[in-house]
């Protein structure tokens, strides 16, 4: 399979329900299609490159922050290890060699650097406390980190704010503590079992996916994104925002929320991202 292109003409067969109302109706057309391996070894290379990946599209959106910031991926042969970034190299020089597998307890399985240690207390809780994620994603980002010091869940004032009603909270335990004990990711993966997201209060964003990196890069953008808007949303005093009402939020959270509508969103930043810096893939 070519991992770095997921481009192929839609089969309209009835044989094979749509996902979404964004597939097209017509046969014959290019539109990004899940990947289907052949191997253990082939679906790992895929997650990998894409983890880079989603490293870079991180840079590019201005998350970094020093050495803060984490993102992991499930291995698909051995659930109990998962492969994270490498310790204090920036998200905009991250290849899929540098990439680190770790297990559950901390330890460097495969790899030359060292993970961060905070980062792997929050993400070996999650995986180990919620064995159907595949993938988490955590950075210390200007509008999330500014939105969380609020203690407050987002509202349903934008269609993109939509995508996280009812799919996430707010999380006050270890408010602000730096979580370099075993225990401090415990109530952070206890959330995550009916969420895909979490507002950790002072302290700042994680985004969980039962499908991919793909969509657990996806919508941490798009929670940051809808952080940025509630605060700007939040400055105008003068007049208040009407909500949208909790059918209509629901209608599109089940349409414009769903793990596949995060997993196409990302198709177009790693199409452009591939294209910019294919050294990602070394």
Request: hydrophobic letters at 40%; proline letters at 5%.
């Amino acid at each position: 399979m070519e991992t770095k292109n997921l481009q192929a003409r839609q089969d309209d067969s009835s044989d094979t329900p749509k996902k979404s109302v964004y597939q097209p109706n017509q046969e014959g057309l290019i539109f990004p299609q899940e990947p289907v391996f052949k191997s253990h070894e082939e679906e790992r290379q895929h997650r990998k490159e894409r983890l880079a990946a989603a490293c870079r599209l991180f840079a590019r959106h201005g998350f970094s922050f020093g050495f803060g910031g984490h993102l992991t991926v499930r291995d698909p042969e051995h659930p109990e290890l998962f492969w994270t970034n490498p310790m204090a190299v920036p998200f905009s020089m991250v290849k899929t060699s540098m990439l680190v597998q770790v297990d559950h307890k901390g330890k460097v399985v495969q790899g030359d650097y060292a993970i961060n240690q905070a980062g792997y207390v929050l993400h070996s809780a999650i995986h180990e406390q919620n064995p159907d994620i595949i993938a988490s994603c955590h950075a210390h980002t200007v509008h999330g980190g500014a939105w969380a010091a609020f203690g407050r869940p987002l509202d349903p004032v934008t269609q993109d704010a939509c995508m996280f009603y009812g799919d996430h909270a707010v999380l006050g335990d270890g408010a602000g503590k730096v979580p370099v004990a075993a225990e401090s990711g415990n109530p952070v993966a206890l959330a995550f079992a009916d969420n895909k997201a979490i507002i950790h209060q002072n302290h700042g964003l994680l985004v969980a996916s039962r499908h991919s990196i793909d969509d657990a890069c996806w919508h941490f953008i798009a929670l940051d994104h809808c952080c940025r808007m509630q605060l700007m949303i939040e400055a105008a005093h003068e007049i208040r925002p009407k909500f949208i009402d909790a059918k209509h939020a629901a209608y599109s959270r089940e349409h414009l929320g769903n793990e596949f509508i995060g997993w196409l969103h990302f198709q177009t930043l790693f199409a452009e991202i591939a294209h910019l810096q294919p050294d990602l893939f070394d």
